[in-house]
């Protein structure tokens, strides 16, 4: 069975606050080292209940968090933030199934560092239906015929997923108290709840459907100001929707789209304030 990880970093155990999930903060370091070990115990747990091979994408940030030489010897790693499709780098069709591990909620809702993608942006639609970063990626797996077995993270995380995608297995390793404070399970007895949670997702995958996404979806980016919509409008083939902060592209599949949201994002990101 071949298995594919994406991990992010902001629903990792532990972690509340950006100190821990900026390489320029003093908590990050110690981040890397809980991110790690608990991408290992996934690992370690899908290899023991039938995983042959394993992709891990490191997902985060610059995407080049994970450490290498404490990570398990036997996965493969995609590190490094230049990814034509970024957090499902390499997911392709001869996955079994797919697992996103230290995820956050979508922008606007309530969870630990909750936000979808840059915090330019209020809210993605596809097709008018709200997603975040979970939803995207999940689209791209349900492109290639892969269903999320498990989605581990922050307690909305988990419910954003339940939400989302039917039978899903979820982790939540800590609960929400504000946007940067968590209750939150010690490393070790989060990676016991993983392991348990590995097993039970493999146990299940057959009861787990791939996402499918539209075949022409209509991506719908709503930013926070207009000088971010604006500068996402300068892709061609995208238009602002008069009176509002929402810029629309029509693609014609979703790797398409998946492409333009973060050409866009990385256009409206280069806005100033002034």
């Known amino acids: 069975m071949k298995l594919y990880l994406s991990v992010d970093m902001e629903g990792i155990t532990g972690l509340p606050d950006e100190t821990f999930i900026d390489f320029r903060k003093h908590n990050y370091e110690r981040a890397r080292k809980i991110m790690t070990k608990e991408t290992n115990y996934v690992v370690e747990a899908a290899f023991q209940h039938g995983a042959s091979e394993i992709l891990v994408n490191d997902s985060h940030m610059k995407m080049n968090n994970l450490l290498i030489d404490e990570l398990h010897p036997d996965v493969h790693l995609i590190s490094g933030g230049v990814k034509p ?33 840059i915090h330019a942006i209020r809210n993605i639609y596809i097709n008018d239906h709200q997603v975040g970063e979970m ?8 492109y290639h015929g892969v269903p999320i077995l498990l989605v ?22 800590k ?5 940067s404070a968590v ?3 010690t490393p070790k007895k989060a990676g016991e709840l993983l392991a348990e949670k590995v097993k039970e997702a493999l146990e299940n995958k057959d009861k787990v459907k ?22 996402a409008s300068f892709m061609p083939r995208t238009r602002i929707e008069p009176g509002t902060t929402i810029v629309t592209y029509e693609a014609d599949d979703f790797l398409e789209a998946y492409k333009a949201m973060l ?9 100033s304030f002034s």
């Open 85 to 117: 499709f970024s957090m499902v780098q390499g997911l392709d069709n001869t996955y079994d199934g797919a697992m996103f591990i230290g995820y956050h909620a979508r922008a606007g809702q309530r969870g630990v560092m909750s936000h979808t993608m």
């Open 135 to 142: 939803g995207m990626n999940a689209y791209v797996a349900g």
């Open 152 to 173: 581990a993270g922050d307690d909305q995380a988990a419910m954003e997923a339940e939400k989302l995608i039917p039978n899903v297995t979820t982790a939540a390793v």
């Open 175 to 179: 609960e929400t108290i504000t946007r």
């Open 183 to 185: 209750k939150s399970l």
């Open 210 to 231: 791939p996402l499918t996404p539209p075949e022409k979806p209509v991506l719908q980016i709503e930013f926070n100001n207009y000088g971010q919509a604006e500068m």
């Open 263 to 271: 050409v866009m994002t990385d256009l409206a990101v280069q806005t």
